[in-house]
């Protein structure tokens, strides 16, 4: 058994929650370790169809603790929400905790996001007006509020009051809206407060010690790698490392304790936002993807961005992410396609780039180099053995791993817990199955 992250490759959407449903059926903890309820997690298995925004997508697996770890920003009103749905559809949360360390998103947080969006202009970067960066802006502002103060009114007051005043000035004075209400907003989180208590725990040292135990640990990533605010598209990113790398620090392990790190990525590619997509498809192929694999956000429902596979940025996902495995989504969705094309460099220019560049302004003049590769015109969904897949799907895989350098360890050919493909293992046991492990 084996503490394995499962992380974005891309730019998010990859089909994280799936492996982590899937994966979590033998785990002893899982753990959320980054971004807010801009993640929208779609997880179909025998409850049905669930989209989660903060809720640990192994919450269907009631013999697995579930966390919302540290290094996520919690909207209270959401999260209550989430439950209260999961509980009405009947799956239980008693095994799920909250870090006393995560911290809140506030009323002034949403509204900032939306008054920056719209400060921004033509310039806007199309966030999920969550309140995602103004919350992670606070955290290192030392401004922020955490999950264990609701636990203490007085606490909590004088974090509000201190905060509120702050942002009042902002908000009438910069912005010229009106101010928001210190009494309307303590009444309203103190609420939040009693519901939320008895989930409210210090959870570092759970994790640590299912770790120290040899226990089967989940870490489950929100976003992708080229929405890291290091790594990716910046200024078009989001505000919390998606990246492997907080895995760590989202939950309270050192990085020795990881064993294994999966990236999660599509057999194509998407976006929503703003921000640069070299292999973006403005046309009938781009269409095709968008209304077969049903490519609308689950969190603001806005249409994806498709396109091909672009081995560039997903090359650099691996690295940057110390991949161990891919778990290769959506296979399925090139079903139809008599021919399908991989970008492996952009031009840029007079130049042929095959590492993804640092800056964005050089990345919006790049222009995707593509390389043609046979089809295969079938369904694949009803597959479960990597040999019984058609030589067009096999090459195709086997080329992304070529490209990638990095296993392709699992495969998903629909959205359901059993339209899989199991390669390897990913949970430190011997491998199942497959004879091409
Ligand atoms: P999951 O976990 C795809 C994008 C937004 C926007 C940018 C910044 O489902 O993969 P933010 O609200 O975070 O400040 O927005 O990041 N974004 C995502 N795109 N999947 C996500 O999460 C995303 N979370 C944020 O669309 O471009
Ligand atoms: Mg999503």
Known sequence: MAVVAIVGGQWGDEGKGKIVDLLA????????????DNAGHTVINPYGEFQLHLVPSGIFTPEATCIIGNGVAINPAVLLKEIEDLHNRGVGTASLFISDRAHLIMPYHTLLDALEEETRSKGALGTTHRGIGP???????RLGIR??????????????????????AILTKVYEVPPLSLEEI??????????????????????????????????????GALLDPDFGTYPYVTSSSPLAGASCIGAGLGPREIDRVVGVFKAYSTRVGAGPMPTEL???IGD??????????????????CGWFDAVAGRFGVEVNGLT?????????????????????????????????????????????????????????????FEKLPAGARNYVSRLEDLLSCPVSLISVGSGREQTISVKALNGESSPSSSRA
């Open 186 to 223: 303590y009444d309203q989180y103190c609420r939040y407060g009693e519901q939320l208590a008895p989930y409210i725990r210090e959870t570092s040292s759970m994790i640590r010690q299912a770790a120290a135990q040899g226990e089967f640990v989940l870490l489950e990533g929100a976003q």
């Open 135 to 141: 919350v992670f802006a606070d955290k290192v502002a």
């Open 147 to 168: 999950a264990g103060c609701l636990l203490d009114k007085d606490i909590f007051r004088s974090r509000l009051s201190a905060a509120l005043q702050l942002k009042n």
């Open 25 to 36: 059926e033998k785990a002893r903890i899982v753990v959320r370790f980054s971004g807010g």
């Open 325 to 385: 495995d891919i778990a290769l989504t959506h296979l399925d969705i090139y079903d139809d396609f008599s021919a399908v094309k991989i970008c492996t460099a952009y031009r840029c220019e007079d130049e042929v780039l095959t590492a993804f560049p640092s800056d964005v302004t050089i990345l919006e003049k790049c222009r995707p180099i593509y390389e043609d590769l046979d089809g295969w015109q079938e369904s694949i969904s009803g597959i479960r053995d």
């Open 282 to 284: 403005k046309n009938q």
């Open 288 to 305: 095709f993807i968008r209304r077969k694999a049903d490519e609308y956000g689950v969190t603001t429902r806005r249409p994806r961005r």
